[in-house]
């Protein structure tokens, strides 16, 4: 039926169709896993050529179960074979019902122990209990009540305790429809998974599909797509590849919407399918970051006597991908079967992963599954072991699992830095949604548990308090930086960030920044107007010069004076005036303060002319050009000056419009000047 014309011709599933719930099977090797699926959904699960052959399930599989009521579950099928294992993991991500299959006449084995303890590892919380196989002959009512027996204990204190529990069989079809009415009695005692957040979608299969392109599926953990989203596929290789929803379907018929929950296949464009596989990630783009160190809590369990020590090599399974790594114990050395630590995993390739994701640990020789357990958090580095404040750091990361403003609240303290975070980052940083980040803080803000800095994002009170105290320090500095400027600098109107920064060496340089901000908004820095960089100025400053600024201001505008459009170019005159000035800078200052004052006009180039002379010089230029166009030579003359200054006052004319130049000559332009 699934896969065929007659299951297509059935068109578009709706979503209150399927029942946003996925039933996974788990039982060891041969136990009638995959023939209790077909008994139950008439679809052979076993896809793949090899296993029909070898009558063995190798990858998962997938069927679609239509459920009394008339709506459709999702089933994956897994192999029970030990060295699968890794698909198996694979498979459970993202179930939220277990199948558990004991065959009645081979009863509980490695795998059916292995597989609870990975379901139990993955935080499952319901399951049925079939026992196939109950045609065989030989399958007496002693040996069943002896397997009741040995399942009852091996199920005590696990979710399974008090799980229904059927007898069936997939060739005389006994039992199977009371199986298929407990599975939907147990659906039904579920409720639909929740499906906010960010969509987020482990990938378990991607094939590609005539006249489609590529098609990913898998169970989505959180969120919902509809056909034109846009995605990104986080890869194994550490890529983040963007593409858009084509189209979706479920169960090999198209959906408008898949959501967490529904087994789903994502047609994507441009994206190869040799791009993506197992492992990697489809998510809502910008807000997952994939990462390679994080934070867990570790417990310790499985088949092993073997103690798990510090700085073992691990396949870690998470998700849907396996990735080989380095456990460290950060709170003890090892840990055996029932005990539980703080550990850094360090992988060696990147996953994506959310505070309150579940993993599997497995050896890496002998393989065999370790323990597993629960992210925490990224981390930023490596992690030393025993150190209180670590530990405490981490203790309180899993007390806030599932609290999003504490969650939000630990990654604000732990980003270390007096500077706001935004909330952007925060919420990449976490893997959670911005909305949902956004709605923490205001509550976090409320209640003072948080500072906002308008436009530039939060900080813990603990960090903005040092965040004031240091612009505080630092206000002090500028204040003493620009006194001491100003001091050795009179006739200077300001000074550049660059000239404050050389003063202020050691002072962390946004906090001069956010210093000056301050002190401006306070108006006790001024900015001074006028060209090029800005330039800073202690605000109510006397703006008479001293002494011998003085002395060298009468110096300097006797020079101009003597010879007003003749007049040596600025650093001669700086060297004529040298023995007043005492040193050269004061000269400079001097003459800059001038021009600022507007007594002398900076022609540029070096040549500096009074304010009068100038005013004189474009008088007889206009003049002149009142009566007729003239040459430079003509007007040189009229003017009195010398070559170089015409050029540069009728360069300034032609400038400012007064003049304009028309061939050889200049003429009258409409600028007043
Ligand atoms: N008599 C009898 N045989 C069964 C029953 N269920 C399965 N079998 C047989 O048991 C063998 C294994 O069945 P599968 O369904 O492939 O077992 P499985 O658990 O899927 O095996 P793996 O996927 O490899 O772990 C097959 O030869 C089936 O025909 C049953 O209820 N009665
Ligand atoms: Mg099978």
């Not at 699968?84 to 694979?90: G, Q």
């Not at 270390?416 to 949604?433: E, H």
């Not at 008088?619 to 050029?647: C, F, N, Q, W, Y």
Request: hydrophobic share 45%; net charge neutral; glycine share 10%.
């Amino acid at each position: 039926m699934y896969g065929s014309a007659e299951w297509r011709a059935r068109g578009p599933l709706r979503p209150d169709e399927i029942v946003s719930v996925v039933l996974g099977t788990a039982g060891h090797i041969d136990h009638g896993k995959t023939s209790l699926v077909r008994a139950l959904t008439g679809v052979d699960a076993d896809r793949l050529k090899e296993e029909q052959d070898r009558g063995m399930t190798i990858d998962l599989g997938f069927a679609p179960l239509v459920l009394p009521d008339g709506r459709t579950l999702g089933i994956v099928d897994v192999p029970g074979h030990e060295r699968f294992v890794k698909n198996m993991v694979a498979g459970a991500t993202g179930i939220d019902l277990v199948l558990l299959v004991v065959a009645a006449d081979d009863g509980v084995m490695p795998q059916t122990r292995e597989h609870l303890e990975i379901l139990t590892l993955l935080g499952l919380r319901r399951g049925l209990v079939a026992i196939t196989k109950v045609d065989r002959p030989g399958v007496a009512p002693d040996l069943l009540a002896a397997l009741d027996l040995e399942l009852d204990q091996l199920l005590a204190g696990t979710f399974f305790e008090g799980a229904p529990r059927l007898r069936v069989s997939s060739v005389t079809g006994e039992g199977v429809d009371a199986l298929r009415a407990a599975i939907a009695a147990a659906v039904a005692g579920l409720g639909p998974r929740p499906q906010a957040g960010p969509f987020r979608m482990p990938v378990q299969r991607v094939f590609s599909s005539r006249g489609f392109g590529t098609v990913l599926t898998g169970i989505p953990v959180s969120g919902a797509l509809e056909p034109g989203d846009e995605v990104v596929v986080h890869t194994a290789a550490g890529a983040v590849l963007p593409t858009r929803i084509r189209g979706l379907q479920a169960y090999g018929r198209p959906v408008d919407r898949v959501r967490a929950g529904h087994s789903s296949a994502l047609n994507v464009v441009d994206v190869e399918r040799g791009a993506v596989e197992r492992g990697d990630v489809v998510a809502s783009p910008g807000v997952f970051r994939a990462g390679d160190l994080w934070e867990v809590r570790l417990n310790a369990l499985g088949p092993s006597r073997l103690p798990l020590r510090t700085r073992s090599t691990v396949r870690v399974h998470l998700g849907t991908a396996e990735v080989m790594g380095e456990v460290v114990l950060l709170d003890t050395d090892e840990i055996t079967r029932g005990q539980t630590a703080l550990a850094q995993l360090r992988l060696h390739g990147p996953i994506v992963a959310v505070a309150g994701d579940r993993f599997v640990l497995r050896r890496h020789s002998p393989v065999e599954v370790v323990g597993g357990g629960v992210v925490l958090a990224r981390s930023r580095w490596r992690l030393k072991a025993r150190r209180p404040g670590v530990l405490e750091q981490l203790r309180r990361r899993e007390a806030a699992l599932g609290r999003l403003d504490d969650e939000v609240l630990l990654e604000l303290e732990a980003s270390q830095q007096d500077d706001p975070v935004a909330t952007a980052d925060l919420a990449v940083s976490l893997g959670r949604a911005r909305n949902d980040v956004e709605g923490a803080l205001a509550l976090l803000a409320a209640d003072g548990r948080v500072v906002a800095v308008a436009g530039r994002g939060h900080l813990t009170p603990a960090a903005a308090k040092r965040r004031d105290d240091a612009v505080a320090a630092a206000s002090s500095q500028v204040l003493a930086a620009l006194e001491a400027l100003h001091a050795a600098h009179p006739a200077r109107a300001g000074f550049p960030l660059a000239d404050l920064r050389r003063a202020l060496e050691g002072v962390v340089e946004r906090d001069v920044a956010a210093a000056l901000d301050v002190l401006a908004r306070d108006a006790r820095v001024a900015l001074v107007p006028g060209a090029g960089p800005s330039r800073y100025a202690l605000e109510g400053r006397p703006t008479e010069l001293p002494p011998r600024e003085r002395a060298v201001c009468a110096a300097l505008l006797a020079l101009l004076r003597e010879q007003p459009l003749h007049a040596p170019p600025r650093e001669q005159i700086e060297a004529q005036v040298l023995q007043v000035a005492g040193e050269r800078h004061v000269a400079a200052d001097v003459l800059d303060w001038l021009v600022a004052a507007g007594e002398v006009v900076d022609l540029g180039d070096g040549l500096l002319v009074l304010r009068a002379a100038y005013e004189q010089a474009v008088a007889a230029v206009r003049a002149r050009l009142a009566r007729a166009p003239a040459t430079v030579s003509d007007l040189k003359v009229e003017m009195g000056a010398s070559r170089r200054h015409a050029i540069a006052v009728l360069e300034r004319l032609d400038r400012l419009e007064v003049t304009r130049r028309e061939g050889d000559l200049r003429v009258l332009g409409q600028g007043t000047g």
